[in-house]
């Protein structure tokens, strides 16, 4: 059965620091997001892209955080300078489209930030 | 935007009790889904549901869209139900997609 995968599942660094999550989502879908959940919390939503572009995305997704996909497999998130309060887990979601279509999600990535 | 609140916020049971946990929303929805977060922080799809009934072993899931509001069943449950159960929503008129979580049920199964 086809899956979202995620990389690295566990990944510390030191605040200030760039990191970038990687994703790889269902191949023919076309709509693709990312979630955070911070420890204890519920999951937020982050962003969603489609046809190469945000199509929507939170407050929480400021100009420390980037999107982009690179070529015609992977989805990756950046975090620019890294802070203590960036530690969460993120998760990537895939969708075949935007509407009524079930979401599917990797297994995330834990970033510690120390 | 969308609310959804989960009910109870805990639950505790012995091995093979059954239990009903809800999710209520606020606005029509397009898309419902039911996850089970295991304790490695996993998210494990349970349902895709935006109406009606589904069954898949000993879980079950209703929702009934025009009263905002979704019912996941689980019956004999076991220790490897623990976790969070949430409930997430697309409201009707998200075009690109965004779930909104609830704050989940946290189960706890005793043997």
């Known amino acids: 059965e086809p899956e979202v995968t995620q990389t690295p599942s566990h990944q510390v660094t030191q605040m200030g620091q760039e990191v970038i999550l990687r994703c790889v989502p269902i191949s023919n879908h076309l709509y693709f997001y990312w979630y955070r959940q911070i420890l204890g919390q519920k999951v937020e939503f982050l962003v969603s892209?489609?046809?190469?572009?945000?199509?929507?995305k939170s407050e929480i997704f400021d100009d420390q955080f980037s999107v982009e996909r690179p070529d015609g497999s992977n989805f990756t998130l950046k975090i620019r300078s890294t802070k203590l309060e960036d530690s969460a887990m993120y998760f990537c979601?895939?969708?075949?489209?935007?509407?009524?279509?079930?979401?599917?999600f990797g297994q995330g990535t834990r970033l510690t930030v120390v | 935007g969308i609310q959804v609140e989960q009910s109870p916020p805990d639950l505790i049971l012995q091995e093979g009790a059954n239990s009903t946990l809800r999710c209520n929303f606020s606005?029509?929805?397009?898309?419902l889904q039911w996850f089970h977060q295991n304790p490695w922080g996993q998210l494990i799809n349970l349902f895709y549901?935006?109406?009606g009934t589904k069954q898949n072993g000993r879980l079950s899931a209703t929702t009934v869209a025009t009263e905002r509001y979704s019912l996941l069943y689980i019956s004999s449950s076991q220790t490897t139900d623990s976790g969070v159960y949430f409930c997430?929503?697309?409201?009707?008129?998200?075009?690109?997609?965004?779930?909104?979580f609830g704050q989940g049920t946290i189960l706890t199964v005793h043997p």
């Open positions: 997430a929503v697309r409201g009707g008129g998200t075009s690109y997609g965004k779930l909104t």
């Open positions: 606005d029509s929805v397009n898309n």
């Open positions: 979601a895939s969708s075949p489209t935007g509407g009524f279509a079930e979401a599917f």
């Open positions: 549901i935006p109406s």
């Open positions: 892209f489609y046809n190469n572009e945000i199509s929507e």
